[in-house]
């Protein structure tokens, strides 16, 4: 089996800068996609006559198949990072446009819009990873910007297009924004294959089932303390990582805030990630910095964060979160791939990437859904055993309950 990249030296500069900044687009037109699903969710409720927990696995789904790593290794094996990339772009455009032909509880976008997102992503990281070595910390930070990029501006351009054009219109004139992923993709050129298009594509098929025996990374698992801790942690953190990304906008408008204020939320949550991140990557950078005790650090304020949601739903409140999640939110992201690149080697990167990609979907497509679920009905449930006792107010309050929930 080809191992296009192992044996290149990287440049550590040159092209390499180039390939930064197309990484940077790519992460803000996947990784920060889901975000701005939110903008849509009141519609989409309407629109399929769904509940919370039904809408929620629009952006659940989505995001789970983003992170989709075993195919997405396979393909990187086999035609390079260049070629998946645009592959991706093409199926994360038309899977948004596909989604404006969808019937009543029948919505056709998150499979087909979230692999091509994982397509698009995991190759650009790796790519990162071949062309930055000594620079490496430095390089994986800033790339993490275009997560915040896209954080700060895809929700107010969503905003701004379901105005204009409905969701569907919106959906459309997004597809076509992902199709920029292509452009992306064009100018991160391999360093050096030995082995050509026409003959990787002879032997895929072939050794397709030797490739995920012997590159799925089970191994290391077993092997390497480690990347066990690693990855099992990082897949229990995405069960709650992305739920705020997915409730912050209903749960604020649900609670009286105008739907442009609601976004700006958003908008601010991407600025301070654009703001912590480039200052992030610069410390990152210095030689013998600790980064794994910064990012347990992190994880833990970034957890506790979310308490300060329960305090009150008011804007001051929740721009106070919005800031405290962000940059924690920032120091995780930063130092997610860097952590990852010391923990294995860069020949084994992406099949590690890969199996942490798909134990990571798991809890991301249960966790929005999940949430959906347990933070209504507990809550109003004792609200009613504790409240004065009244049975008709009662009853009523509890059939509300139930309905909102269902």
Known sequence: IPQPYAQQVAPDGG???????????VLALTLAFPSCIGIFYTELQAEFSSSNTETSWVPAIMTAVLHAGPL???????????VTVMVGGVLSGLGMVVSIMSHPHQLLSPPHTGLGFCLSFQPSVTMMGHYFLRRRAFANALSSTGTALGLSTLPLLANFLLGQ????GSFLVLGGLLLNCCVCGAVMRPLGEKEGFKARLRTALSDLVVFLRRHMAFDLLVSNPRYRAYALGVTWMMLGFVVPLVYLVPYATANGMEQDRAALLMAILGLVNIAVRPVAAVFFGLPRFRYCSLDVRALLVNGLSNSICGAAAT??????YVFIFGLSMSVIGSLLFTVLMETVEMSRFPSALGLISMLESGTLLIGPPLAGTVCIAPVRIVLLHILPWDKDKHFQFYSDSYRHTC
């Open 72 to 82: 997405c290794s396979v393909l990187v094996e086999r035609f390079g990072c260049r």
């Open 315 to 320: 804007f001051p409140v929740l721009l106070t």
């Open 165 to 168: 054009f409905g969701w569907r």
């Open 15 to 25: 092209w390499g800068w180039v390939v930064l900044v197309a990484t940077i687009l």
